[in-house]
């Protein structure tokens, strides 16, 4: 697994000793506390890591920190995930950032450099996003990046709470990441 690096972030391999960090990060907005997604809090940040390092281990996961090159601050986390080697296809998922960096250029840049490691090295024909419904955001960020909705998915997974999960499905497909990639390198 290769580290990827754009002119601002680093997206590196996480590592089990990432855990303090990771919990530093997911502070700036308590962001163990948000309802549509799974962050790390102090209490959970170890098996957080022991899930994405066994899924990494079996070859459907690729984990990893998203890191600002200017200090070395790790300020977030990502993943492919759901990868799928024979279909050539993977989801690009489990995204947060500290509360600071949202709405800024690092998910942009993040996004990129992932799209263009998906389709242009590993070969992907097809990249898909998956958020919870009443997550207006970031429903609103997997669209700016150009990704197609494709639809809801009902109960598509239980939350922590309890909570049944709806998840708005949204995919790039191999024939579309040229606008996409034009798109994004012009918003970077």
Known sequence: MQPLEGPRILLRPLQPDDAPALVLAASDG???????????????????????????????VLPYV??????????????????????????????WIAARWQRSFVNTEAKYLMLR??????????????????????????????????????????MPDGRRRNSVRFSVIEEEWPQVRTGLEARL
């Open 30 to 60: 308590e962001l163990w506390n948000l309802p549509f997604t799974v962050v790390p809090s102090a209490a959970t940040v170890q098996g957080y890591i022991d899930t994405a390092l066994q899924g990494r281990d079996a070859g459907a």
């Open 66 to 95: 998203t890191v600002l090159k200017e200090t070395g601050e790790v300020i977030g986390s990502t993943r492919f995930w759901k990868v799928d080697r024979v279909n050539r296809k993977l989801e690009i998922g489990s995204t």
């Open 117 to 158: 490691h998906a389709f242009d090295v590993l070969g992907c024909v097809r990249v898909q996003f998956t958020t919870d419904e009443i997550n207006a955001k970031s429903r609103a960020a997997i669209l700016r990046l150009g990704a197609q909705q494709e639809g809801v998915v009902r109960n598509e997974r239980i």
